[in-house]
Nanobody, 127 residues
């Protein structure tokens, strides 16, 4: 079992920055691929970014590429999402998620393929 707890959301003006963090319980954090999803009002949950077990490979949705950075610290069981140049369309509830991955890293977009989820943290960007 893995428990995930997010923090760092809030209200920010357009063009501003926020850093989301997700702390995982358990001793096998490094065996999980981690992802950040978001759900905007009236929209489906979408993958924002994902990172391989070692942290060496990352993927970003086109909508955030160049503005967001995902990183992880396996020694501290944390994954972070640095969000810069925020736009009003980034407003959403952000979730971190984990899925076990024993083989090569692949990008998985489907939320149901992730086994563990945090409770979510609200990010609101005012224009």
């Amino acid at each position: 079992q893995v428990q995930l707890v997010e923090s760092g959301g809030g209200l920010v003006q357009a063009g501003g920055s926020l850093r989301l963090s997700c702390v995982a319980s358990g001793r096998t954090f490094s065996s999980y691929v981690m992802g950040w999803f978001r759900r905007a009002p009236g929209k489906e949950r979408e993958l924002v970014a994902t990172i391989s077990r070692s942290g060496g490979i990352t993927y970003y949705a086109d909508s955030v590429k160049g503005r967001f950075t995902i990183s992880r610290d396996n020694a501290k069981n944390t994954v972070s999402l640095q969000m810069n140049s925020l736009k009003s369309e980034d407003t959403a509830v952000y979730y971190c998620a984990a899925r076990p991955n024993a083989g090569s890293f692949v990008v998985v977009f489907t939320p149901t393929r992730y086994d563990y989820w945090g409770q979510g943290t609200q990010v609101t960007v005012s224009s």
